[in-house]
C-alpha cells in the first residue's frame, strides 16, 4: 500500500494537553499535498495519513495492515492504531507518522488476511 496525499498534523502548541474526551477545536490541521508535492515533516512532530488505495475486505476475509519493515531500518516508525481490518470493511486506511522522512510514493505498509470460519 502506498501513502496517500492527505495528511493531519497536530497543532500541539495551542493545546497544554489532548484530551480524547473534550472537543479540541485547532487541535488538528487537515493537509492536501498537489500532486508532484512535497510533505515535509519536522522532527518530533507527528502526523497521520492516508493510504493511496482503497481496500475492501470480504466478510469472511479479516486483515491486518502492519509496517514495512525496510521503511523502519531507515527509522520510518509507520503505527496503526487499528492495525486489523474488521471482515466486511472498505475504505483508505489511516496511520500515524512520528518524524517522517521524504518517501515520495513508497509502498509503506504490507496487508495480511486470514480466512474466518463465518461470515462477519
Not at 484530551?19 to 487537515?30: R, V, Y
Not at 492536501?32 to 519536522?42: C, M
Not at 495492515?65 to 520510518?76: F, I, P, Q
Not at 483508505?92 to 522522512?101: A, M, V
Amino acid at each position: 500500500m502506498r501513502l496517500g496525499s492527505n495528511f493531519r498534523i497536530f497543532r500541539n502548541s495551542s493545546h497544554a494537553f489532548i484530551d480524547p474526551l473534550t472537543d479540541q477545536p485547532g487541535l488538528t490541521e487537515s493537509i492536501d499535498v498537489a500532486p508532484g508535492g512535497t510533505f515535509i515533516l519536522q522532527p518530533g512532530q507527528f502526523a497521520l495519513g492516508t493510504t493511496l488505495e482503497r481496500i475492501a475486505v470480504p466478510d469472511d476475509i479479516l486483515g491486518k495492515l502492519e509496517g514495512k519493515s525496510s521503511l523502519g531500518r531507515l527509522g520510518l516508525m509507520i503505527h496503526s492504531t487499528a492495525g486489523y481490518v474488521d471482515p466486511g470493511w472498505e475504505g483508505r486506511s489511516r496511520s500515524s507518522f512520528p518524524t517522517w522522512p521524504r518517501f515520495p510514493s513508497s509502498c509503506i505498509r504490507a496487508c495480511a488476511s486470514a480466512r474466518c470460519h463465518s461470515n462477519a
